[in-house]
């Protein structure tokens, strides 16, 4: 009998076993039965949950769509009260149960299928992916806690950032190098890994030497894999306290969710808040253990920005009939542009240009494959303190999706969209900027003037052809930006001179202000009348700052012009009439007309061209102007409304200023001629002074001091001098 237990086959005598395991047994089998059970009823929701009579959705969604299947917690509560508090206390337990059950009903609902062998065989099961949505609240990311880990949070944000796509193993083939005996190990799911075995359980043969330590290979091509992404969610600028910074998330989804988010997208997500081990954590954390990091695995999502959800902004049948009912009056036009900026006195136009912009016109698409913009620009320029941030303030707080940035402290990049390397993974991904953030909307970029010429460049194709372009680190992309863009500028001088011509005025380059359609020059007049007024009016908004019963009717009010404004940008999308065409052919053709012989009489072009785009820019404003009332055709009347805003802004920039050639006489020709020797003669090449310091000294010398400005304009404009320190100091260029 010896050697009866080689290959260590040992026989042991049952009735050694302790009470307290079958315990434990029982205590197992209960959890299985339990978990059955739940498979159960979770096969039964699916089957025979009906919303009406005889009505299945989850059935017949199931059978269109047997990829993935949306569940509404709503339903489930109502089918059995204790299956969503078992989702949201354990839902990384129940979560898969639910998928099996899904699964198996799917199968369940086909037809058989042929084999191999010719006999009728069940058809394969496939994986159903279950994406949960719930009507509650979403929590704040900042009240995320370790109270939460391993449940169901609702959360929403926008995200900022989307990785490159990668392969999730959910179960990996080992191997073992020295007996070759395979093993299968299931993977976390969500950022986690597998958790692989130390030894091999192969028991060797006598003669045989025994697997060593760590003996198992990975075999990727028998592993399966799921497609699985990384995004980064930020809090919504709204809901940031005052002087904090915006925090951020970092969100794993994967099957049917990966690739249908881009950067800027505002989301709302629901998700198991879960923590893993960060392969990049700072050296001081390297040996601790037990430190996490968080991150949801996404379970179920929906958009709820305006540019995405472009057609289903819901809308009560009350509020639909209210705003056709208000749309029908016939001073519609003028009730809008009173609720634009009440706080502001005056400045009646550039109110009706904001709530063009605001509405904006349609935007066209081209059989060929081009696009025409519909959004409407407008440029702001003009004296300090003409209330021109406060506008800029109104818009960002009304229009549906709004961005505020300021010129000195955004570059291209912030505006545009930049490259950042991936700190764990190395990889280059895009963050898009301000312009791409405001897809749908508006970007309001005060002090236009101070921004450097090169980040003023970054904006043009955003402003016109409403894309980015993108070449940099590997990634040429192109995002889209199709955003208004309402800017605010000083002149040069910081005030605006009436005694410069246009051209000095408005210090900013030809292109960039043909791409905006409406240039309003904002003057600080001083009127006594008018002052008063403004004065009564100023010191009446303080007093009543307090009141609080008018501020909650106030942000109702607000809130009213918003939702009508999405309204009427999702349902109108108006065209011109025939009679409106040929009256602004006709009057663009004046127009252009106009400005060419001014510019023979002058001899010098116009500051503000009027160009095909000023043409197109008509149009937008006509279209806007249809689609405060709601109809569908822009009439005559609109377009003459369109084309008045349009002289009183554009026009009358283009218009504004001395020209320096006006009926020039031969003696005055002769004083600036002089004026100019004298001023090669006072400053050598390459030398600096102050203008102050150089007017002085001609006017010592006996000259005039309006021709030696003249004559300073004139060198200026031929490019011998430039202007340095806001127009303090001039320096005499090679």
Request: charged letters at 25%; one cysteine or more.
């Amino acid at each position: 009998m010896s050697g009866w237990d080689e290959g260590a086959v040992y026989y042991s005598n049952q009735a050694q076993f302790t009470e307290a395991s079958s315990e434990a047994e029982a205590a197992a089998a209960s959890a299985n039965s339990s978990r059955h059970s739940v498979l159960l009823k979770f096969k039964e929701f699916i089957r025979n949950f009906e919303k009406e009579k005889n009505v299945f959705p989850y059935r017949e969604s199931l059978v269109n769509n047997p990829r993935f299947l949306v569940v509404h917690l709503e339903d489930l509560l109502s089918f059995d009260s204790d299956l969503p508090s078992l989702l949201r206390s354990s839902p990384s337990d129940y979560l898969p149960l639910f998928e099996t059950a899904a699964a198996e009903v799917l199968a369940g609902l086909k037809m058989k299928v042929a084999g191999d062998s010719g006999e009728m065989v069940e058809p394969p099961r496939g994986e159903v992916q279950i994406l949960l949505t719930s009507m509650e609240d979403p929590v704040s990311m900042r009240s995320l806690g370790a109270q939460y880990i391993s449940k169901l949070v609702k959360i929403s944000g926008i995200t900022i950032a989307a990785s490159r796509v990668k392969a999730k193993a959910t179960y990996v083939q080992l191997i073992c190098k020295n007996c070759k005996s395979p093993r299968t190990v299931a993977c976390r799911p969500g950022l986690g890994g597998a958790i692989v075995p130390r030894s091999c359980d192969h028991i060797p043969q006598p003669g045989e030497e025994p697997c060593p330590i760590d003996p198992w290979i990975v075999v990727p091509d028998r592993s399966k894999y799921v497609d699985q992404q990384t995004l980064k969610l930020q809090e919504n600028p709204e809901d940031v306290p005052t002087g904090e910074l915006p925090r951020n998330m970092l969100l794993s989804v994967d099957r049917h969710l990966v690739q249908t988010i881009v950067p800027g997208t505002r989301l709302t997500i629901m998700g198991i808040y879960s923590i893993f081990q960060a392969s990049n954590s700072s050296t001081n954390h390297k040996g601790a253990v037990a430190v996490r990091q968080p991150y949801i695995r996404v379970v179920g999502m929906e958009e709820t920005n305006e540019a995405g959800s472009r057609g289903h902004a819901s809308f009560t049948q009350e509020e639909v009939e209210e705003f056709k009912k208000f749309a029908s009056n016939q001073d519609t036009y003028e009730v809008i542009c009173s609720k634009i900026a009440p706080s502001i006195f005056g400045h009646d136009d550039v109110k009706k240009a904001v709530a063009c912009l605001l509405f904006g016109g349609g935007r066209k698409n081209l059989p060929d494959g081009v696009k025409l913009r519909g959004d409407i620009n407008v440029l702001l320029l003009g004296d300090p303190s003409t209330a021109k941030s406060q506008f800029l303030k109104f818009v960002e707080k009304t229009a549906p999706i709004a961005v505020y940035t300021s010129g000195k402290g955004s570059s291209a990049a912030g505006l545009t969209a930049s490259v950042i390397q991936d700190s764990s993974s190395r990889e280059f991904y895009l963050e898009g900027g301000a312009m791409v953030l405001a897809d749908g909307g508006v970007v309001c970029i005060d002090e236009f003037d101070k921004m450097r010429p090169e980040d003023r460049v970054a904006i043009h194709e955003a402003m016109e052809q409403q894309t980015i372009s993108i070449a940099k680190a590997g990634i040429t992309t192109v995002l889209n930006s199709r955003t208004s863009v309402l800017a605010a500028a000083n002149p040069p001088s910081g005030r605006y001179d009436d005694l410069k011509t246009a051209q000095d005025n408005i210090d900013l380059q030809t292109t960039i202000l043909s791409r905006f359609d409406l240039i309003f020059i904002v003057k600080d007049i001083r009127m006594y009348d008018q002052d008063k007024i403004i004065a009564s009016h100023i010191i009446k908004v303080h007093a009543s700052a307090q009141t609080a019963s008018s501020d909650s009717r106030a942000s109702k009010e607000e809130n009213w012009l918003k939702r009508y404004i999405q309204y009427c940008r999702t349902e109108c999308h108006p065209r011109l009439s025939e009679a409106a065409c040929t009256k602004l052919q006709s009057d663009y053709v004046d127009i252009r007309r106009g400005m060419r012989q001014q510019a023979n009489e002058t001899g010098e072009a116009a500051a503000i061209p009027i160009t095909v785009r000023q043409l197109e820019a008509i149009i937008r404003l006509s279209e806007a102007i249809a689609k405060m009332k709601l109809s569908h055709v822009a009439t005559e009347g609109d377009v003459a409304e369109a084309l008045r805003l349009f002289k009183v802004s554009t026009m009358d920039a283009a218009r504004s200023g001395i020209n320096q050639h006006i009926n020039i006489t031969p003696d005055i020709a002769n004083e600036i001629r002089q004026a100019e020797n004298q001023i090669k003669r006072r400053l050598g090449i390459g030398n600096r002074i102050s203008e102050r310091r150089l007017i002085d000294d001609l006017t010592r010398m006996g000259m005039n001091e309006s021709m030696v400005r003249r004559a300073v304009l004139i060198m200026h404009q031929r490019g011998e001098v430039e202007y340095q320190r806001e127009r303090h100091i001039i320096v005499r260029k090679v």
